[in-house]
Each structure stands twice: as C-alpha cells, then as structure tokens.
C-alpha cells in the first residue's frame, strides 16, 4: 500500500505563489507514474502536471496552468513538488497528489491508484 501526505497549502492573492509537497511512502516499488490534481467546487477533477518516478525525468504541464507550474523531484529521498506561481483565482481547488503503477503518465484521474487527501488552494483577486 501507499500513502501521498500532501501539504504547502494556503490563502494567497492574485499573482502570489505557493509551493506544494507530496510525501510518498510505503510500497513505492510500484509506482511508476506520479501527477497533481485538482478540483474546485462543482466542477470535475482536473490533472495539472505529470512525472515519472521514482526519476522525474519525463513531465508535462496541463496547458491551463502552462508557465505558471512545475513539477519536480530532487532525487528519491525528496517529496514531489508542485511549484506554483503567478496564481489567479481560478486556480483555486482542493490539489491532490496521485501515483500508478503505470509507466505512462496521463492527465486521467482513472490511470492513478493511490490518492492523498489533498491540501486547500485559495486565491483572492
């Protein structure tokens, strides 16, 4: 089993910016694929960024959130980091980490297995 500790968090106005951490322990032998989602209120799950792990040698950014997004990895030791800037209020949901056995990383909540329990994103204008 796996467990995604997400964290990082928080109010910020417009334009501000935040950093987000997923700490991924357990039975990581698995995991071949990790991702950011989010969700804002009634509206459905969307997938922002993608890597490959425990390497994160292969990412991609959801064009909605293109230049303003990074995902990252230091090395195995490290969380996986969701770096936000330039943030507007639509960015506002709750983020949640995810991780598959697969090795092909998609923007499909289907494709993931494991789940954190998300950490609160609001931006005010």
């Known amino acids: 089993q796996v467990q995604l500790v997400e964290s990082g968090g928080g109010s910020v106005q417009t334009g501000g910016s935040l950093r987000l951490s997923c700490v991924v322990s357990g039975n990581t032998q698995n995991i071949n694929s990790m991702a950011w989602f989010r969700q804002a209120p009634g509206k459905e799950r969307e997938g922002v960024a993608t890597?490959?792990?425990?390497?994160?040698?292969?990412?991609r950014i959801a064009d909605s959130v293109k230049d303003r997004f990074t995902i990252s990895r230091d090395n195995a030791e490290e969380p996986m980091i969701l770096q936000m800037t330039n943030l507007v209020p639509e960015d506002t949901g709750m983020y949640y980490c995810a991780a598959s056995r697969g090795g092909f990383p998609t923007f499909s909540p289907d494709y993931y297995s494991d789940w954190g329990q998300g950490t609160q994103v609001t931006v005010s204008s």
């Open positions: 890597s490959t792990y425990p390497g994160g040698g292969r990412t």
